[in-house]
């Protein structure tokens, strides 16, 4: 049974302060309709712009994932849609009130609990997932980073961390192999920094939202107690010691990997900018903001591609035609060598599908590039043409007393050479309703799954003149 895609039953809000900014923000998650996806919107502004949740739309990767559209950004969106994503929720239209998403404690806890609070609802339409077919990677050798996707019959993810000059963190490592133990075992886990990264951030005019409540603090080299008490100073926060662990004792941790595990919790966020649910395992060592990203350009390059070829017609060679070469004469009044459709293999309320075997017969190939025969680019678009014809014909009563005549062409394009061998399959569809005798057309022209040709086509029906 397919799965549907789910949004929320309710709206729902977290509030908290912006981990860089240090502004005062409120979140709220929404239902929203069947292929919406993730967007957030800046209600806080007057335009109250939103930015799609996709990997193109990443300005900034640094301590944080940044949406950006024009001037308009939201930063630090990676645990909302970790959240999301891991309870399986599809659309969601997220309000943020300021130019970030709340930091709350540095995990995504507070996000699963308010997506449980408001519920998740079911909808009609079928989940679309992508489905990891083949090994996809991706790497920064010089980094040591490197992300791998393997084909796999759900999400799973492995996680690998090392840092070279802490003896803290030179090796974790974190797994996760399904989303419904992400609430168990991954949601809770806090982002985490080095004691000795606190000071240049804030410098750098970063983490003023920051609060050592809302992270782990890692102390990998000694420090004397007066930098300790001089940076808890800087922070408003009582005074410290450092743990064994080499983790401050103002928290405790949630698991001995939870630095890990939270790397983990950023990929599955990140990830979500590839715009649908993964299915396959996910192998990353020493991710980060900037490679999740990158990793999801890549996913999402490579759905789009197969979007592409999701819409070649199929020829089954062995199936037999709607219409065969008699058939078609009695729509046409084009004869050979000008008859340039041998069968018609389907038909739609909006489109036609046909086919033009390609062979050293044709007797355009003598004049034409005779040492090395290509098909006119002109003869591609006729057959277009009378593949529209056909299928405009099939609209009107009494089609044999009917010719149709192409008055216009646009946005021709011609993309790769046809020659003999090749079998031409030629894909019209109707742009807009057919009315008053006109149609518009557009047409694509494939061998195998890529494109030869394509263009638009505009055709009026008129009636034949009787003797």
Request: glycine content about 6%; hydrophobic content about 40%; aromatic content about 8%.
């Amino acid at each position: 049974m397919a799965e549907k895609q789910c949004t929320l039953k309710e709206a729902v809000s977290v509030s908290g302060t912006g981990l860089h900014t240090g502004a005062q923000v409120t979140l709220t998650l929404n239902p929203a309709p069947e292929n919406h996806g993730f967007k957030f919107k800046r209600v806080d502004l007057e335009e109250q712009l939103v930015i799609d949740a996709v990997a193109e739309n990443v300005s900034y990767t640094e301590r944080g994932t940044v949406l950006t559209k024009g001037e308009v950004k939201i930063s630090t969106i990676e645990h909302c849609l970790s959240a999301l994503t891991a309870l399986g929720v599809d659309n969601c239209l997220i309000e943020v009130n300021g130019p970030e998403a709340p930091i709350l404690d540095g995990s995504a806890k507070f996000y699963v609990e308010a997506i449980n609070k408001a519920g998740i609802e079911e909808q009609a339409t079928e989940r679309k997932y992508f489905v990891v077919k083949e090994k996809m990677v991706f790497e920064v050798p010089e980094k040591g980073i490197k992300i791998i996707a393997l084909p796999d019959d759900e999400f799973s993810c492995d996680v690998k961390i090392s840092f070279d000059n802490s003896k803290v963190l030179a090796n974790q490592y974190a797994t996760l192999e399904s989303l419904k133990d992400y609430e168990e075992e991954v949601s809770a886990c806090r982002t985490f920094v080095f004691l000795h990264e606190l000071e240049p951030l804030l410098k750098n005019n970063l983490i003023k939202g920051g609060d050592l409540d809302n992270a782990i603090i890692i102390v990998d080299h000694e420090v004397a107690q007066e930098e300790m008490d001089r940076l808890a100073d800087l922070f408003n926060k009582p005074h410290m010691e450092v743990k064994p662990t080499g983790v401050l004792n103002n928290l405790e941790l949630e698991f001995d990997n939870e630095p890990a595990r939270h790397k983990l919790l950023d990929v599955i966020g990140d990830l979500a900018l590839c715009g649908y649910p993964i299915k396959g395992r996910i192998i990353a060592t020493r991710p980060g903001h900037m490679a999740n990203v990158e990793f999801a350009k890549i996913l999402r390059k490579e759905m789009k591609k197969r979007i592409l070829k999701d819409d070649v017609p199929v020829y089954d060679p062995c199936k037999e035609p709607l219409f065969d070469i008699n058939d078609i004469k009695k729509f046409l009044p084009h004869r050979p060598p000008f008859l340039l459709i041998d069968k018609v293999i389907e038909m739609g309320e909006n489109h036609v599908v046909g086919i033009k075997n390609v062979t050293m017969n044709e007797p355009f190939f003598v004049g034409h590039f005779p040492e090395e025969p290509v098909m006119p680019a002109v003869l591609q678009l006729e057959a277009m043409a009378q593949m529209g014809g056909i299928y405009i014909l099939n609209l009107v009563d009494e089609p044999e007393l009917y010719s149709t005549y192409f008055i216009k062409i646009d946005n021709v394009k011609m993309r790769k050479k046809v020659v003999p061998g090749d079998t031409l399959i030629f894909k019209l569809e109707l742009i807009s309703p057919f009315r008053r005798g006109m149609a518009n057309m557009k047409g694509t022209a494939y061998v195998g799954d890529t494109i030869v040709s394509e263009g638009e086509f505009m055709a009026q029906v008129v009636k034949n003149k009787t003797k």
